[in-house]
């Protein structure tokens, strides 16, 4: 799926990241970091946090439903901390990113991440009802592990959802989600490669501030 503007895609991304924020790679609950995480140390944090994300979010949808901060404060709290910001900076900006000066990555990471949050803060609501099964896991390069699950319940049916982790500093952490084939990552670089090619770097994250402040 190629997407065509920075809202056209909304659908589709609102679902995915739905589920991205019931990937259970938190670590809010994992055992003592080794130096090399090991791949079963993965899958048990898979298993054992999503519930735990999920059971959040869904005790206190009053508050969220009545709050949108609420979701925010959630969000910063428990997943922020555990992705790989960097990385998935990188990978979404592609051949931009080194173009791009220390000073816009931080500013194109900093809305970028709003934008997740707030543009998607109805679906991310609505989590509460699904369950999540590890179906495998398998080597995703150097230091990097897909782990395969299927998450069902709520409106979604049952979806095949693989989160992409990398090791930093000794901790798992994750950078995309891949539902049904299709990546959050690939999904969002076709949008912005448009508008950075036609207007500019500067001018995305000028658009990004301006969507997250609406």
Sequence with gaps: MQATSLRDDRPFIG???????????????????????????????????AERVIAEIAENRAAVESDPDELLEIVDRILLPH???ERMTRL????????AS?????????????????????PLSELGDQEI???????????ELRVETEVSGGDLGTVPVAYRLVVVDGEWKSY???????????NYRGSFAQKVQRDGLDSLVRTLREQNEE
Aim: net charge negative.
């Design 83 to 85: 992705v790989d910001s």
């Design 176 to 186: 995309d989600v891949v539902v049904d084939g299709i990546s959050l990552v690939n």
């Design 15 to 49: 679902r995915v990241l739905a589920l991205l924020l019931a990937l259970p790679t938190l670590l809010v609950a994992s055992p003592a970091v080794h130096a090399e995480p090991t791949e079963e140390e993965a899958r048990v944090l898979v298993e054992e946090t």
């Design 102 to 122: 220390p000073e816009q990555i931080r500013a194109f990471t900093r809305e970028f991440q709003r934008l997740l949050v707030r543009t998607y803060a109805g």
């Design 92 to 99: 979404v900006l592609g051949r931009y990113y080194r173009q």
């Design 133 to 143: 099964e590890i179906t495998g896991s398998r080597a995703d390069g150097e230091n």
